[in-house]
């Protein structure tokens, strides 16, 4: 008998788990098609943070999406883990931001003012003394630096693992396959083709992340999401965890619960180049021991390389493809993917299911690459 599903949504990252999880909230049953595993691309492979308040477009037109995200993780975490049986460790944390030169410390200083009067945050100064006192492995050379408490963070893979699981139990359904093409019929696609067989649908959310570019020629309208490559090294801790995350220089060092120091991160454009490279692994560990010089010869346990799905202006690309009936896109979330993936999913299945949204989405719409391919 041939395989039908009311939603097909191609692609099992983090913005195809949230939205199979909305949708499933919602009362609607989905398929995730996805070709490499759940969760194996950057959505699992990704730091983890939920950064509202800073990062690229916020303050700006991130800002009241990435807040809105922010604030469903919240609430969602509790009732996620107990419905998934997935516990991806949500938790708050606190961080340090260092000035290694003299030309940081103006733009830092500036930064403690984006964390004044915001629920749940704080942020100070620290001179160079009260920073050897919360960390006393940070170098004695930097200069001061800003602490800063609220950022939340996940371990994503188990994110994206959870709300996978958690929409299954609700009745939707993960595929593995290699989506290969769609075929349509007066504006609306009909089914979706993979490598070995086909899915008759209603409806199509193409949550291909930095693949996503491989359904224009499908669909006949631009998707300008290109991969930004971008590495991390895990190195084994010595002496007691750090209680900070720690960054400065461009490079960062997440302490995380499986004991190791998560350090990165990297920015390439190389196309789909997914290898881990020797070079970035030399540079992010000159960057952290920078500002932890016990760093330096630390033991490498883990190296990973992956792709962020990137638009022209950094946001992301959520709405009804134009010319399309019943085909949706919820990709390009940049560097923020996993901090917006509740938001993301949110937004889509409401789209899907009753044509609005409250969520802040209004600059990411596809029509803001408007021309369609002929
Ligand atoms: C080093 C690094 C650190 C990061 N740190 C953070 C962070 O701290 N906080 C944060 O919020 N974000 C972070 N990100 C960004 C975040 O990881 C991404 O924005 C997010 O994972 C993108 O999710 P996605 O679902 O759109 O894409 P993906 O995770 O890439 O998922 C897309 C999926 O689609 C599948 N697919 C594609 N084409 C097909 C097809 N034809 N058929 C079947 N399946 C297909 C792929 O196999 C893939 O699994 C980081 C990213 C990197 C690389």
């Known amino acids: 008998m041939a395989e039908t599903t009311d939603v097909a949504i191609i692609g099992g990252g983090v913005a195809g788990c949230a939205v199979a999880f909305y949708l499933a909230q919602s009362g609607v049953k989905s398929t995730i098609i996805e070709r490499e595993g759940v969760g194996n691309q950057a959505s699992g492979y990704s730091a983890g943070g939920l950064n509202p308040l800073t990062g690229i477009g916020i303050p700006g037109p991130l800002g009241a999406f990435g807040w809105e995200s922010f604030q469903l993780h919240l609430g969602l975490y509790d009732g996620l883990k107990e419905q998934s049986g997935i516990d991806y460790q949500n938790r708050t944390v606190a961080k340090i931001d260092l000035a290694l030169e003299e030309s940081d410390l103006e733009g830092l200083r500036a930064s403690v003012a984006l964390f004044e009067g915001v629920e749940g945050f704080e942020a100070r100064w620290l001179e160079p003394e009260e920073i050897a006192k919360l960390e006393p492995r940070i170098s004695p050379a930097v200069l001061g630096g800003v602490y800063a408490y609220g950022n939340n963070a996940v371990d994503s893979y188990n994110f994206t693992k959870a709300l996978a699981a958690a929409a299954e139990k609700m009745g939707s359904t ?7 093409g769609l075929e349509s019929s007066g504006g609306k696609v009909d089914r979706v083709v993979l490598a070995d067989g086909e899915i008759s649908c209603g409806q199509v959310v193409m949550a291909m992340g930095p693949w996503s570019r491989r359904a224009e020629s499908w669909l006949g309208v631009y998707i300008p999401v290109d991969p930004l490559k971008g590495e991390i090294i895990r190195l084994e801790n010595r002496g007691e965890p750090f209680r900070h995350d720690i960054s400065g220089g461009g490079g960062t060092i997440y302490p995380k619960l499986d004991g190791l120091n998560w350090c990165g991160t990297t920015e390439d454009w190389k196309g789909y180049d997914r290898e881990p490279s020797g070079q970035a692994a030399h540079e992010i560990r000159q960057r952290v021991a920078r500002l932890v010089p016990d760093l330096a010869d630390a033991r490498l346990v883990k190296h990973t390389a992956c792709l962020r799905p990137v638009t022209p202006d950094w ?31 949110r937004s889509i299945a409401d ?13 990411y719409s596809p029509e803001r690459f408007a021309t369609q391919i002929d």
């Open 174 to 180: 993960v595929r593995a396959g290699n989506v290969r």
């Open 351 to 363: 789209l899907m299911t009753t044509g609005e949204t409250a969520l802040s989405i209004q600059g």
């Open 315 to 345: 946001l992301p690309v959520l709405g009804r493809a134009p010319g399309w009936e019943n085909v949706y896109l919820a990709t390009g979330a940049g560097k923020k993917g996993i901090l917006l993936a509740p938001g993301i999913g």
